[in-house]
């Protein structure tokens, strides 16, 4: 899980729909619209999942990307623990 690459995607402005989009199209074995960084498909999914939570989270909170980026390593951590 690379941070940087998260945050970058959640805020480079392409939308929950089009993360979603890339997602599926990994996962079919396609090549994505847009740019995901990661080294291998699943560094890819696990920055389009996290992405996606951020961008849900910041519309549903209203709070800032770098507090969506806090709140999900805190649930990351939460469930690694348990």
Do not use: F
Request: a negative charge; proline letters at 2%; glycine letters at 6%.
């Amino acid at each position: 899980m690379n941070l940087a690459n998260i945050r970058c995607l959640a805020e480079a402005g392409h939308g929950y729909a089009a993360l979603q989009k890339a997602e599926q199209a990994l996962i079919e074995g396609r090549i994505p619209e847009i740019d995901v960084p990661g080294d291998t498909v699943d560094d890819k999914l696990t920055t389009l999942l996290a992405a996606c939570w951020m961008i849900k989270h910041m519309e549903t909170t209203g709070c800032t990307s770098t507090m969506a980026m806090r709140d999900y390593i805190a649930m990351v951590r939460r469930s690694i623990s348990s």
